[in-house]
């Protein structure tokens, strides 16, 4: 019974004082966090946006022709 009156004790403390400090303190720990982050310059960005739209206009077309493929073909089995 007294270990797990101190396992509880324990894990109260580990929580912090109360919620609204909890919250503050994780604000805080997630600006220093953001600080440390190498963001990309906006050439890099627009780079990386390109290639992405550009391999979705790819995969749309692939994914087209596979599906218009795969439907003449259950239209020529069904009839």
Do not use: C, H
Request: hydrophobic share 50%.
């Amino acid at each position: 019974m007294a270990k797990k009156q101190a396992q509880a004790v324990d894990d109260k403390a580990a929580k912090g004082p109360n919620p609204v400090a909890r919250f503050a303190r994780y604000v805080e720990d997630s600006k220093v966090e953001l600080r440390k982050v190498t963001w990309p310059t906006l050439q890099e960005t627009r780079k990386a946006t390109l290639a992405v739209l550009g391999f979705v206009a790819v995969m749309a077309v692939i994914l087209g022709l596979v599906d218009l493929g795969l439907s003449s073909l259950i239209k020529t089995i069904l009839s």
